[in-house]
């Protein structure tokens, strides 16, 4: 079946731009997590959603950053502003269930947005 | 502060032999472990997890122990095969949390 889909996957934005990364998770998929993975370094989280609702965002860095799953499914995350420090993979995954259920997230490729 | 540490950035092992990737973490409310594997341009995919009432979880050629006492975790892989090259992550959490706290990862190379 399909898995998690994430687009686009390579993004180059001028400092200063806004961006908006989506994210498609498995259908069905109840949590939706979104993750930073800087260069040589492992995934932080940043955001984690059960359904619609935004139960988590302690791992959004700033208030430039803006994460959005209005009908419980399709994820976007919105830089606004962009600055360099804010190149890295953007990771998105999905969990049938909460993490206290179920702990097996499925991660996308990714996207790769690079500030110039 | 790196709360799960991989102290190894890479690794090679000759097809065949055992490859043993490490794995430490500070968080003793840590109950939860994972790795993942990831191929380049791919995202991250679950190998094998433990919870902290095991110190050991075999799955075929893989083997995850943990070391409570020593917060420390490493995953066996035996017989080591090419197709195994790639970087592995550890992870862990609480599982009262819906967070992850991933490692630096550890890029496997397995030589032929």
């Known amino acids: 079946g399909a898995g998690v889909s994430q687009s686009p996957r390579y993004k180059v934005a001028k400092r200063g731009q806004d961006v908006a990364l989506r994210c498609d998770p498995i259908?069905?998929?109840?949590?939706l997590f979104w993750y930073q993975q800087a260069l040589g370094q492992g995934p932080e989280f940043l955001t984690y959603?059960?359904?619609?609702?935004?139960?988590?965002k302690s791992g959004l860095p700033s208030d430039r950053f803006f994460a959005e799953r209005p009908e419980g499914s399709v994820s976007t995350l919105k830089i606004q502003r962009t600055q360099q420090e804010d190149s890295a993979v953007y990771l998105c995954?999905?969990?049938?269930?909460?993490?206290?259920?179920?702990?097996?997230?499925?991660f996308g490729p990714g996207t790769r947005l690079t500030v110039t | 502060d790196q709360q799960v540490k991989q102290n190894s950035p890479s690794l090679s092992v000759q097809e065949g032999r055992i490859s043993i990737l490490n794995c430490d973490y500070t968080n003793s409310m840590f109950d939860y472990f994972l790795w993942y594997k990831k191929y380049p341009a791919e995202g991250p995919t679950f190998l094998i997890s433990i919870s902290s009432i095991k110190d050991k979880n075999e799955d075929g050629r893989f083997t995850v122990f943990l070391n409570k006492s020593a917060k420390h975790l490493s995953l066996h892989i035996v017989p080591s095969q090419p197709g195994d090259s790639a970087v592995y992550f550890c992870a862990a959490s609480e599982v009262v949390s819906n967070q992850f706290y991933f490692g630096t990862g550890t890029s496997l190379t397995v030589i032929p």
């Open positions: 259908s069905g998929h109840v949590s």
């Open positions: 995954a999905s969990s049938l269930w909460g993490l206290a259920i179920s702990y097996e997230q499925y």
């Open positions: 959603f059960q359904n619609e609702a935004q139960l988590d």
